[in-house]
C-alpha cells in the first residue's frame, strides 16, 4: 500500500477486524432502504417485471463515488461533510442547514406514519395511529440517547441481517411456491412517455438523496471517536453497505415480480397503502401464514428508516449550527435538542396536521430530487480539491465515473422539470 495515511495500518487487516468496523455503511443502508427500496423497487417489479433491473443498478453505480465522498473526505481531513460546505461557503451551508431541517421534520413524520401504520398488523386491538407513531417515537428517542451511537450501530447491524434474512426468504418462497394467476398477458414498457413520471422519481431516490452522505459522514466522525478506524476498514464498511443497498433493491424488485406482476391488480398510490396491499397479496399469493413475514420485513424497513433518519439529521442540523455560530466543539446537549425539535415537530405533524402530510411530503421529496445534483457536484469538488492521501483519493476511473454520474443527475433534473412544468 503506497502512501499510507498516518492512522493507517500499513499490514492488511483480518476479516474479523474488518467485520467488527462495520457501522455507518450499514447504518446509510438502513437509513436508505425505506420507501425507495420497499415500495419503488417492489412496484417496479410489479408493474414492469425484470425490466427496471440493470438500470436500478446502474443508477447505483452513478451515484456511488457521491456517497464514497462521504468517506473519503471525512477519512481523509478528519472532519465532516458540513464542515467541508462551511469551507465553500455561507451560502451553501444556510441551504444545506434549511433544507436538512424541513427534510428531517416532514421525512420522519412520514416514517413514524409508515412504521404505526405496520406496526398495527402485530396488535390484536385497534390502537390510535397517533398514539402508535407516539410509542415508534419514543423507543427511537430512548435507544438514542441511553446508547448514543453504540446502540444504533448494533440496532443497524441487527434490523439489516433481519431484514435482508427476512426479504431472501420471501423471494425464495415466491420463486419456489404457486405461481400467481396471470390476469395480464402483455407487460407494459417503462420506456414511454407516460411512464417518465414513475421512472424519474424511483431512479432519483435510489438508494437515497445524496444529502445522506453526509449523515454518513457524522457518523463515521462518531465511530472514530470511539473506536480506532483506518482507510481501509471505512471504505470496507462502505463498500458493504451501498453495495448492500443496490442488491436489497433488486431483491425486493423480485419480490413485486414473483408476486404481483401481471396480477392486473392496481396498485395503491400512497406509500403506506402499497405496504398493506403487498402484505395482503402476498398472503393470498403463497399463504395466510406468510403475511406475518411480509409485514415484519416491512417494519424492520421502515423503522429502521427511521431511527437512522432521527439521528442522522439531527447530528448535521446540530454540526451545521455550531458552524453557524463559530463554535469549535459541538455540545452533546445540542444533538439531542435538535433530537426533541425534529421529533416534536414531526409527531406534531401527526397529530395536528395529517391532511397536510403528504403535500409537504411531495414537496420535500421534490425539493431532495432537485438539490441532489448540486449536493453530487459539492461532494465531487471537495473530494477533488481537497488533497487527501493516495488510498482516498479519487483515481481516474473513479473520476471518470463521477463525471458520468454528474451528467446522469443533471440530466434526470432536466427530464424532471420537462415531464412536471413544461409538458
Known amino acids: 500500500m503506497e502512501n499510507s495515511v498516518p492512522y493507517s495500518n500499513t499490514d492488511k487487516l483480518r476479516l474479523k477486524q474488518l467485520v467488527r468496523s462495520l457501522g455507518p455503511?450499514?447504518?446509510?443502508?438502513?437509513?436508505?432502504?425505506?420507501?425507495?427500496?420497499?415500495?419503488?423497487?417492489?412496484?417496479?417489479?410489479?408493474?414492469?417485471?425484470?425490466?427496471?433491473?440493470?438500470?436500478?443498478?446502474?443508477?447505483?453505480?452513478?451515484?456511488?463515488?457521491?456517497?464514497?465522498?462521504?468517506?473519503?473526505?471525512?477519512?481523509?481531513?478528519?472532519?465532516?461533510?458540513?464542515?467541508?460546505?462551511?469551507?465553500?461557503?455561507?451560502?451553501?451551508?444556510?441551504?444545506?442547514?434549511?433544507?436538512?431541517?424541513?427534510?428531517?421534520?416532514?421525512?420522519t413524520a412520514a416514517l413514524l406514519l409508515f412504521s404505526a401504520s405496520l406496526l398495527g398488523y402485530f396488535i390484536p386491538f385497534e390502537i390510535a395511529t397517533s398514539v402508535l407513531s407516539g410509542l415508534i417515537l419514543v423507543t427511537c428517542l430512548i435507544i438514542l440517547i441511553a446508547g448514543h451511537y453504540k446502540a444504533l450501530d448494533?440496532?443497524?447491524?441487527?434490523?439489516?441481517?433481519?431484514?435482508?434474512?427476512?426479504?431472501?426468504?420471501?423471494?425464495?418462497?415466491?420463486?419456489?411456491?404457486?405461481?400467481?394467476?396471470?390476469?395480464?398477458?402483455?407487460?407494459?414498457?417503462?420506456?414511454?412517455?407516460?411512464?417518465?413520471?414513475?421512472?424519474?422519481?424511483?431512479?432519483?431516490?435510489?438508494?437515497?438523496?445524496?444529502?445522506?452522505?453526509?449523515?454518513?459522514?457524522?457518523w463515521l466522525k462518531s465511530q472514530r471517536r470511539q473506536q480506532h478506524v483506518t482507510a481501509q476498514s471505512a471504505l470496507?464498511?462502505?463498500?458493504?453497505?451501498?453495495?448492500?443497498?443496490?442488491?436489497?433493491?433488486?431483491?425486493?424488485?423480485a419480490l413485486g415480480s414473483l408476486v404481483l406482476h401481471g396480477t392486473g391488480v392496481e396498485l395503491a398510490q400512497s406509500g403506506i397503502?402499497?405496504?398493506?396491499?403487498?402484505?395482503?397479496?402476498?398472503?393470498?399469493?403463497?399463504?395466510?401464514?406468510?403475511?406475518?413475514?411480509?409485514?415484519?420485513?416491512?417494519?424492520?424497513?421502515?423503522?429502521?428508516?427511521?431511527i437512522t433518519v432521527i439521528d442522522g439529521y439531527s447530528r448535521v442540523i446540530a454540526e451545521a449550527q455550531r458552524l453557524l455560530q463559530h463554535k469549535t466543539h459541538a455540545s452533546p446537549r445540542l444533538f439531542q435538542t435538535w433530537l426533541f425539535i425534529v421529533s416534536a415537530l414531526a409527531l406534531a405533524i401527526i397529530v395536528f396536521w395529517a391532511f397536510a402530510l403528504m403535500p409537504m411530503l411531495n414537496f420535500a421529496m421534490v425539493m431532495a430530487f432537485m438539490t441532489t445534483p448540486f449536493f453530487a457536484l459539492l461532494n465531487y469538488i471537495l473530494v477533488t480539491k481537497t488533497p487527501l492521501p493516495a488510498?482516498?483519493?479519487?483515481?481516474?476511473?473513479?473520476?471518470?465515473?463521477?463525471?458520468?454520474g454528474l451528467i446522469y443527475l443533471f440530466g434526470f433534473l432536466a427530464l424532471f422539470i420537462w415531464w412536471k412544468w413544461l409538458v
Not at 462502505?238 to 433493491?249: M, R, S
Open 25 to 107: 455503511g450499514i447504518m446509510m443502508a438502513a437509513a436508505a432502504v425505506g420507501g425507495s427500496h420497499l415500495v419503488a423497487s417492489t412496484q417496479a417489479g410489479a408493474i414492469y417485471g425484470w425490466q427496471l433491473a440493470a438500470l436500478i443498478l446502474l443508477v447505483n453505480l452513478f451515484k456511488y463515488p457521491f456517497f464514497k465522498a462521504g468517506v473519503q473526505y471525512t477519512m481523509g481531513t478528519g472532519e465532516s461533510l458540513v464542515e467541508g460546505y462551511a469551507k465553500l461557503g455561507k451560502t451553501y451551508l444556510w441551504g444545506f442547514t434549511l433544507l436538512s431541517i424541513f427534510s428531517a421534520i416532514v421525512n
Open 154 to 218: 448494533i440496532l443497524s447491524k441487527t434490523i439489516m441481517a433481519v431484514l435482508t434474512l427476512a426479504t431472501l426468504t420471501a423471494v425464495f418462497i415466491a420463486a419456489t411456491g404457486p405461481t400467481p394467476l396471470t390476469v395480464v398477458s402483455e407487460t407494459p414498457s417503462p420506456w414511454t412517455f407516460a411512464a417518465i413520471g414513475f421512472i424519474v422519481v424511483t431512479m432519483g431516490w435510489m438508494p437515497a438523496p445524496i444529502e445522506i452522505s453526509s449523515l454518513t459522514s457524522m
Open 236 to 253: 470496507f464498511d462502505f463498500n458493504v453497505g451501498y453495495i448492500g443497498t443496490a442488491l436489497l433493491a433488486i431483491v425486493f424488485l
Open 273 to 306: 397503502g402499497f405496504s398493506h396491499q403487498l402484505v395482503g397479496l402476498y398472503a393470498s399469493t403463497i399463504g395466510e401464514w406468510s403475511r406475518y413475514l411480509i409485514a415484519v420485513i416491512a417494519f424492520f424497513c421502515i423503522f429502521g428508516s427511521t
Open 391 to 404: 488510498e482516498l483519493a479519487l483515481g481516474k476511473k473513479t473520476r471518470a465515473l463521477s463525471i458520468v
